[in-house]
């Protein structure tokens, strides 16, 4: 590898990755089977739904009879397994769908009961966890949490709850956020899905699904979720996608989400595609390779960073549910340190100095390496955390695994030159 001296690796890192990687090569291996049978899966919609040139034409104002963006809503509600999808560009974020998503199908005295703990930080002004005149507590909607055990549902107190109550929508986000939990894994999400409609079959159960699309074979939809939402800045953007998110579900409350996020009446019938099309059918088209770069990007910094005595989660040969790994540094210098290696070794703003900073919808101080040449992707590279014990960082992404590893031998290398 040539011009490692640009981004200060040390020698000893270099000898640590050259082992590495002969010794992951079967985790390696399976990563390029998730690869594989995404391809198939995405190509095979692609073609089913006759995708062409003339489906990248632009779409402006009210956006009628975009034909594009119906063949992109019919694709993806194929390759995640509902019966209908909204994939849109005027989502600016995954939390913003979610909050579409909450809005549609809760109403005044409604209870929302999430069975994974407290939801995302973004989410607590949405909720009226923390107050804000806007959230979904000043609408008189109720929230009510069920904390996870040993990292699986507390099926027990579930039952109690859906038996005492009456619960209009279950969310379950199954990545970890700034948790230390772990995410949860497909099976345990069906598992629990059971048990629920077993006991309340109108309840809604929607799925957060955030940074878990393509790394395991079966989506939440696929294992009887009722909804589920991503963002498209993450996985299944591939890096391409600028902004945008997805809602993938049952037709019903799709129809809810659109008329939320447009108007009554007229839903999923408007929303100009502003030249976006070609964006959305590239990147999930790229999906399956950046996904499967970014797990293995993730298992070779877990398999490094646990041989340097690090605390890490998963580790290199457990399941990736996500595409997140946690490292517990312990320390705000390692910490910071880190995610300043992974900066140094990004594609975009490579001088710039990561620093501890204010972010709105967070209430500690945040770390974040993102140079990214879209703002707040997560699926090209990044790391951050919060500045708060045990001082964990939470790595995502790269949209190769060479850029992917150039980054974690930066990072490494600048807390041990330090």
Same mark, same amino acid.
């Given at each position: 590898?040539?011009?490692?001296?640009?981004?200060?690796?040390?020698?000893?890192?270099?000898?640590?990755?050259?082992?590495?990687?002969?010794?992951?090569?079967?985790?390696? *291996?399976? #990563?390029?089977?998730?690869?594989?049978?995404?391809?198939?899966?995405?190509?095979?919609?692609?073609?089913?739904?006759?995708?062409?040139?003339?489906?990248?034409?632009? !779409?402006?104002?009210?956006?009628?009879?975009?034909?594009?963006?119906?063949?992109?809503?019919?694709?993806?509600?194929?390759?995640?397994?509902?019966?209908?999808?909204?994939?849109?560009?005027?989502?600016?974020?995954?939390?913003?769908?979610?909050?579409?998503?909450?809005?549609?199908?809760?109403?005044?005295?409604?209870?929302?009961?999430?069975?994974?703990?407290?939801?995302?930080? !973004?989410?607590?002004?949405?909720?009226?966890?923390?107050?804000?005149?806007?959230?979904?507590?000043?609408?008189?909607?109720?929230?009510?949490?069920?904390?996870?055990?040993?990292?699986?549902? +507390?099926?027990?107190?579930?039952?109690?709850?859906?038996?005492?109550?009456?619960?209009?929508?279950?969310?379950?986000?199954?990545?970890?956020?700034?948790?230390?939990?772990?995410?949860?894994?497909?099976?345990?999400?069906?598992?629990?899905?059971?048990?629920? *409609?077993?006991?309340?079959?109108?309840?809604?159960?929607?799925?957060?699904?955030?940074?878990?699309?393509?790394?395991?074979?079966?989506?939440? #939809?696929?294992?009887?979720?009722?909804?589920?939402?991503?963002?498209?800045?993450?996985?299944?953007?591939?890096?391409?996608?600028?902004?945008?998110?997805?809602?993938?579900?049952?037709?019903?409350?799709?129809?809810?989400?659109?008329?939320?996020?447009?108007?009554?009446?007229?839903?999923?019938?408007?929303?100009?595609?502003?030249?976006?099309?070609?964006?959305?059918?590239?990147?999930?088209?790229?999906?399956?390779?950046?996904?499967?770069?970014?797990?293995? !990007?993730?298992?070779?910094?877990?398999?490094?960073?646990? *041989?340097?005595?690090?605390?890490?989660? @998963?580790?290199?040969?457990? *399941?990736?549910?996500?595409?997140?790994?946690?490292?517990?540094?312990?320390?705000?210098?390692?910490?910071?340190?880190?995610?300043?290696?992974?900066?140094?070794?990004?594609?975009?703003?490579?001088?710039?100095?990561?620093?501890?900073?204010?972010? @709105?919808?967070?209430?500690?101080?945040?770390?974040?390496?993102?140079?990214?040449? !879209?703002?707040?992707?997560?699926?090209?590279?990044?790391? +951050?955390? @919060?500045?708060?014990?045990?001082?964990?960082?939470?790595?995502?992404?790269?949209?190769?695994?060479?850029?992917?590893?150039?980054?974690?031998?930066?990072?490494?290398?600048?807390?041990?030159?330090?």
């Amino acid at each position: 590898m040539n011009n490692l001296e640009l981004f200060n690796i040390n020698d000893k890192v270099v000898k640590m990755v050259k082992e590495a990687e002969e010794h992951l090569q079967k985790e390696f *291996k399976l #990563c390029d089977d998730l690869e594989e049978y995404f391809s198939l899966k995405v190509l095979t919609s692609f073609k089913n739904f006759n995708v062409s040139e003339s489906d990248f034409a632009e !779409t402006t104002g009210y956006g009628y009879g975009d034909v594009g963006r119906d063949k992109i809503e019919s694709i993806f509600a194929q390759v995640l397994g509902g019966e209908a999808s909204l994939v849109r560009g005027q989502f600016i974020s995954g939390s913003h769908a979610l909050t579409v998503c909450l809005f549609a199908l809760l109403r005044p005295n409604d209870t929302m009961l999430s069975i994974t703990g407290l939801p995302y930080d !973004t989410l607590h002004e949405v909720i009226g966890i923390k107050d804000n005149p806007s959230s979904l507590a000043s609408f008189n909607i109720h929230y009510e949490q069920i904390d996870l055990i040993n990292d699986d549902f +507390d099926y027990q107190k579930i039952k109690e709850t859906l038996i005492n109550k009456k619960i209009k929508v279950i969310e379950i986000q199954r990545s970890k956020g700034y948790s230390t939990r772990k995410s949860i894994a497909i099976e345990k999400v069906k598992k629990v899905i059971d048990f629920i *409609k077993e006991i309340s079959p109108e309840t809604i159960i929607m799925v957060d699904n955030c940074y878990c699309e393509f790394t395991e074979k079966l989506s939440p #939809c696929e294992v009887g979720a009722d909804i589920m939402v991503g963002s498209l800045i993450k996985n299944l953007g591939g890096g391409i996608a600028r902004n945008g998110a997805y809602i993938v579900g049952k037709k019903d409350l799709i129809n809810l989400c659109a008329e939320r996020l447009n108007l009554p009446g007229e839903g999923i019938l408007v929303g100009p595609s502003l030249g976006m099309n070609r964006e959305f059918l590239m990147g999930l088209y790229h999906a399956p390779h950046v996904v499967a770069s970014a797990l293995k !990007t993730a298992i070779l910094a877990s398999y490094l960073l646990e *041989k340097l005595g690090y605390a890490v989660e @998963p580790k290199y040969n457990e *399941k990736h549910s996500d595409i997140v790994e946690t490292i517990y540094f312990g320390n705000s210098k390692d910490l910071v340190n880190f995610c300043k290696g992974i900066q140094s070794a990004s594609a975009i703003d490579s001088n710039s100095e990561v620093e501890p900073s204010d972010m @709105p919808g967070y209430d500690d101080k945040v770390v974040m390496a993102s140079g990214s040449f !879209t703002q707040g992707s997560s699926i090209e590279i990044s790391c +951050d955390g @919060p500045i708060r014990s045990p001082f964990i960082a939470y790595l995502q992404g790269s949209l190769t695994y060479p850029y992917g590893k150039i980054a974690i031998m930066s990072a490494i290398s600048k807390i041990i030159n330090q």
